[in-house]
């Protein structure tokens, strides 16, 4: 009985730790997803001026 027990802890045990690992992978996960949101919406702000920089210079081409 008492081996029965010892294994019940280590496997509470190992499932403890393996939960642990889980939040901390989980934490860097979304660390990973904030900062890449944050890459997009610079991308997009940099793609939509430059579109509306090509816009003004077409517009300037058709005006002239």
């Keep these: 009985m008492a081996v029965k027990k010892k294994s019940s802890r280590s496997a509470l045990d190992r499932i403890d730790s393996h939960e642990k690992l889980c939040r901390i992978m989980q934490k860097q996960t979304f660390?990973?997803?904030?900062?890449?949101?944050?890459r997009i919406c610079r991308m997009?702000?940099?793609?939509?001026g430059g579109l509306f920089a090509i816009f003004l210079?077409?517009?300037?081409?058709?005006i002239k």
């Design 31 to 38: 660390q990973k997803i904030d900062t890449l949101e944050a």
């Design 44 to 48: 997009e702000k940099v793609i939509v």
């Design 57 to 62: 210079a077409l517009l300037q081409i058709i």
